[in-house]
């Protein structure tokens, strides 16, 4: 009987980056084999060159047992070179396995297998669909097959597999045998080909690699039980722990126990599907193929690419249909010809002959939601083609009635804003802390939410509060911890609907660090926690600890509170703009429910919907939000864990680089988030600093934590603000940002970035710090002095940020009261009659005095500067001293709702009292 090999340690300190640091490590050994083909063929003596290949490649080679590519028979090939010292042959296998990982061309090329044959496989498939030549290849995946069976079998196993494909199949795959829960774990995490397991019971719990990296992380995930599991429960155990890191694979058992009981219990929810292990092959292979076939299908998007194949007709209100208004244009066709003819074809305002209608979905767009949904993890999904800012509106409206009361970020979106300005709903604001010395916001503490929820209990209109908003992640990254926030606000108001807006975080759901601080990861870890029998205990201890605590006590504020679970109901709305970070057009957006309640307010959500969807939507943009959905189930896996290296690299290089540090900095989760909200003690990510352990406890546990992906990248530093920054990068580098601040710009990593862009910006900041110190030089003291200058103007005296003061009383039921909620709609609608305005100049010494000896001022409209970006004041809010001097401290050239040339723009106090009493009506 074959011995099982010894135990290598394998340092896995960083394997959430694995992919990218697996190329990185195949490039080295390339540079190192063609280093030591040149000694051999110098006469230099080859014994340190062939050292270092050999130390090199005994790292790389344990991870190689996660990937088909280059596979056993080319790693073996390999391996017998640097064995006979054939330093030439070693150079050329490295060079093509290295070009093939590279450029994905072993996926499409079947050369790329077999590297020592002459071919251009080199050739790489990065060009534009329209600019290839030839058919489009079949697309590639890695099955991953955990297996109890010798090694020696492998390469039989491997072969029977590969004979039952057939030309007709939709896709191409290989697959990757390991032999033990730990190793397909690693399997699942490092390999982002994979897109089915199977699992053949029977199989061990450790690795032949020693993984303390691993064994830690296992530890770290509290649902994790695997220490105590019997042999023949592994295989439920590894399913469940996969569908928890990569929820979008598909699991299948085989097993030679009875299958027909295991078919009818609970565990069998883990899988797609169970088989007897000695005698489904073939079946096994299709099902792998339907299930990955499943998540490729685009009902939506396939229906329009066959209608515009299809001559039509056309004899309604959409002349631009077919495209023959541009094509036999004597002056427009220009058009055609830049945006092409399948833009044409596939356009049209019906939604018959294959089409569907948004508003009425029964055919392919109901079936793409439907998919959508199971995609993002929700129990259902809307497809917006007018962007987030409807999405918020029509969710307001949908659950929100005039008077109701919804605590809500002042900083949040303004579309939330005018929300309750349509329903009539009263806004209870609550602040955020604030970054002072970036001029911005961060995220409101769960400890200021659960006081204005025991601010409203006390007065006794805590059946008034419908619904807390808030937005996840912020604009500048801030995660909440969304589990923790509705856990401990349901456990004062059991029945509260959460609508949070994720509008630039619709990919956190397709990784498993991102994920955990989504509200539709919440929602079913909160759903699947509260039905667990141990969780009635746990509520029965916490009753009986605060049981003698009133329902407004103030030490509720600091005790972790517990919904009673016969009472709660998830709720959660959430809402992403799907166009931001997923490859939907400008626009696209999407609605996502989990509603245990949904009965009770779908037909205003339907009204809602109708009331603010276009009856015209664009047909481009609900398949590219089909399309979305799509990319991201097959390969969202892969393309948001490189997005997210791509950041700390970037992070990483600025910070750490000796020149560009001078000048500019990335700001850390330290410098972002107050301490007290990060208990875990985490200020930066990666090595040396954390280790990623530590980072997922962070992200587990502390209130709030730092999106990688969203890097504030400080300029005032370099005598910059951030507007003067933003378009210097754009007119001069060519580089595109979205965010600035006073002395920041906020920089974006993404699906569609890549190491060429991180290398662009570290070039342009590192030209730009080498030309401020070229101008400190030539400059003298003179120069030093003022830029001295500057950088203090821009980092030092920076104005205080003001808080949301009040609703003026005659906008309120009780001036007296805590709580702060207001009659927003009153006053908005009030300032559309002019008599009931008036305007007065910012700097005129009218404001101060006002300030003074009253009467108050009050604002007739929203007033939003940009940056921050937020309003600083809304109607029916009274000004106070820390507004104006905000406001008269702002140095943004674009101020929404303030026009220099009038001034403010205020209800008259007249009409002030001519409004008292009637309000509420």
């Not at 303390?212 to 439920?236: C, I, K, Q, Y």
Request: proline fraction near 5%; glycine fraction near 6%.
């Amino acid at each position: 009987m074959a011995q099982p090999p010894q135990q290598q340690s394998l340092d896995l300190g960083d394997f959430f980056v694995a992919a990218e640091a697996r190329s990185d490590r195949w490039r080295q050994l390339t540079a190192a084999g063609r280093a030591w083909e040149s000694a051999v063929a110098t006469g230099q003596g080859d014994d340190v060159f062939h050292d270092e290949v050999e130390r090199l490649f005994a790292e790389l080679r344990p991870l190689e047992s996660y990937w088909a590519y280059p596979g056993p028979r080319l790693v073996g090939a390999i391996a017998e070179a640097v064995e006979e010292r054939r330093a030439a042959l070693f150079a050329t296998l490295a060079q093509r396995i290295s070009a093939a990982i590279l450029t994905g061309a072993y996926r499409y090329d079947t050369s790329a297998w077999d590297p020592l044959q002459e071919s251009d496989h080199f050739a790489v498939d990065v060009l534009p669909p329209d600019l290839r030549d030839g058919e489009q290849h079949k697309s590639y995946f890695e099955v991953l097959v955990v297996t109890p069976s010798d090694p020696a079998t492998w390469d039989r196993a491997r072969a029977e597999l590969r004979r039952l494909r057939r030309a007709d199949d939709a896709f191409n795959y290989e697959i990757v045998q390991v032999g033990s829960l730990e190793d397909a774990l690693l399997g699942a995490i490092f390999n982002n080909n994979v897109e089915a397991v199977v699992l053949y019971d029977g199989f061990r719990f450790r690795s032949r690699y020693d993984l303390p990296s691993l064994r830690d992380f296992l530890l770290r995930d509290r649902r994790t039980e695997t220490s105590n599991v019997m042999p023949g429960a592994l295989a439920t155990t590894l399913a469940r722990m996969i569908q928890r890191y990569r929820p979008e694979l598909d699991v299948y058992l085989l097993t030679d126990r009875a299958v027909e009981k295991i078919a009818g219990s609970e565990e069998s929810g883990a899988f797609r599907r169970i088989f007897h292990a000695v005698d489904e092959l073939m079946e096994l292979h299709l099902a792998i193929l339907e299930g990955v076939g499943e998540r490729y299908e685009t009902p939506f998007f396939s229906n329009l690419k066959h209608y515009a194949q299809r001559p039509i007709g056309t004899f309604h209100a959409l002349p631009l249909a077919r495209g023959k208004s541009v094509f036999r244009s004597n002056w427009i066709r220009d058009m055609g010809q830049f945006y092409g003819t399948n833009l044409f074809l596939a356009e049209s305002s019906a939604t018959t002959g294959g089409l569907d209608s948004l508003l009425e979905p029964t055919g392919n767009i109901k079936k793409a939601q439907e998919l959508a949904a199971r995609a993002f993890g929700a129990e259902r999904a809307y497809f917006v083609t007018n962007g987030t800012s409807t999405s918020n509106k029509i969710v307001v409206q949908a659950i929100c009635e005039p008077g109701d009361i919804v605590i809500v970020d002042r900083n949040c979106h303004k579309s939330h804003h005018y929300g309750f300005v349509l329903t009539g709903a009263q806004p209870y604001y609550v602040e955020a802390f604030p970054l002072t010395q970036y001029s911005m916001y961060g995220a409101v503490p769960l400890r200021t939410i659960k006081q204005a929820l025991l601010d409203c209990a006390a007065e006794g209109k805590l059946d008034r509060v419908k619904a807390v908003d808030l937005t996840n992640c912020t604009f500048d990254g801030h995660m909440y911890n969304p589990a923790r926030v509705m856990e401990e606000c349901l456990a004062i108001k059991p029945d509260l609907v959460f609508l949070w807006d994720e509008a630039w975080f619709g990919f956190a759901r397709f990784n498993p660090f991102h994920r955990r601080r989504t509200a539709m990861g919440a929602a079913a870890a909160l759903a699947e926690r509260y039905r667990d029998p141990a969780y009635r205990a746990e509520y029965e201890a916490f009753t009986a600890k605060a049981g003698a605590l009133g329902p407004g006590s103030v030490k509720r504020l600091d005790l972790h509170l517990l919904p009673d679970p016969e009472k709660v109901r998830i709720r959660v709305y959430e809402t992403n703009s799907t166009h931001k970070s997923m490859s939907a057009l400008r626009q696209g957006s999407m609605i996502l429910v989990w509603d245990e309640d949904f009965h009770r307010v779908e037909g205003t959500f339907e009204e809602a919907f109708f009331t603010h969807t276009s009856t015209s939507p664009n047909q481009q943009i609900i398949a590219s939000l089909d399309v979305a959905r799509r990319q991201m189930e097959l390969e969202g896996y892969e393309l948001t864990m490189r997005a997210t290296e791509l950041a700390l690299k970037l992070r990483r290089e600025v910070n750490g680089h000796p020149l560009i540090a001078k000048y500019f900095r990335i700001a850390t989760p330290g410098d972002m988030i107050p301490a007290e909200f990060r208990a875990s003690g985490v200020a930066e990510y990666g090595r040396p600093h954390s280790t990623w352990r530590e980072v997922v406890a962070a992200w587990d546990d502390d209130e709030f934590a730092l999106d990688p992906t969203r890097l504030t990248l400080v300029c005032g530093t370099a005598g910059f603000d951030g507007t003067e920054f933003k378009n210097l990068l754009a007119d001069r580098f060519d580089v595109q940002i979205n965010k600035t601040s006073r002395n920041s710009v906020l920089v974006q990593t993404n699906i569609n970035n890549t190491r060429s862009d991180v290398a662009l910006l570290i070039k342009v900041l590192s030209d730009l710090s080498r030309e401020i110190e070229r101008q400190l030089a030539q400059g003298g003291p003179t120069e030093q002095a003022a830029f001295a200058a500057r950088v203090r103007s821009l980092m030092t005296d920076v104005p205080d940020l003001p808080n949301f003061s009040r609703f003026h009383d005659v906008f309120r039921d009780d001036p007296k009261s805590a709580a702060n909620e207001g009659h927003m709609r009153a006053a908005f609608f009030a300032a559309y009659d002019d008599a009931n305005c008036e305007y007065v100049p910012l700097a005129s010494g009218a404001i101060d005095e006002r300030l003074k000896t009253g009467p108050e001022l009050v604002s007739a409209n929203f007033v939003i500067p940009y940056p921050p970006g937020f309003p600083i004041m809304v109607p029916g809010q009274v000004l106070t001293h820390d507004v104006v001097t905000f406001m008269r401290k702002l140095d943004v050239k674009e101020i929404h709702g303030y026009h220099a040339a009038h001034g403010l723009k205020l209800l008259r106090p007249e009409a002030l009292e001519r409004s008292r009493g009637r309000v509420a009506g």
